[in-house]
């Protein structure tokens, strides 16, 4: 069983940054898909982006490109989502998730429902 520690939610005005960090102690981010997803009051849960480990490439949803980075530090298991330019409708709550690569071969991330382990979410509000 994983444990999540993830930090660096917010408020922020539209135009803003924030930084997500997303620490899973003692575990070896390249045995996972491990990424993150948000859900929005009201809507469906939403990819986001990944690292997989299995292909050691990081993947991003098409909202994101250009916006959002993620980067990861091995040695302190912590996986970072860099938001820019921040926009109203990206307010929502953020999850860190992973699934292990010795399970399904996902093409790109899995989709938010198939993460084996998820954390409790951090909350992202940008205002306009």
């Known amino acids: ?5 993830e930090s660096g939610g917010g408020l922020v005005q539209s135009g803003g940054s924030l930084r997500l960090s997303c620490t899973v102690p003692g575990a070896t981010l390249s045995s996972y898909y491990i990424g993150w997803f ?11 982006g990944c690292f997989s480990g299995r292909e050691n490439k990081i993947y991003y949803e098409e909202f994101a490109k250009g ?7 091995n040695a302190k298991s912590t996986l970072h989502l860099q938001m ?15 699934d292990p690569t010795g399970g399904y071969y996902y093409n ?10 998820t954390g409790q979410g951090v909350q992202v509000t940008v205002s306009s």
């Open 1 to 5: 069983q994983l444990q999540f520690v």
């Open 67 to 73: 916006r959002f980075t993620i980067s990861r530090d």
């Open 38 to 48: 948000r859900q929005a009051p009201g809507k469906e849960r939403e990819g986001v």
């Open 108 to 117: 790109g991330c899995p989709q938010p429902q198939m993460y084996d382990y």
């Open 84 to 98: 820019m330019n921040l926009r109203p409708e990206d307010t929502a709550v953020y999850y860190c998730a992973a």
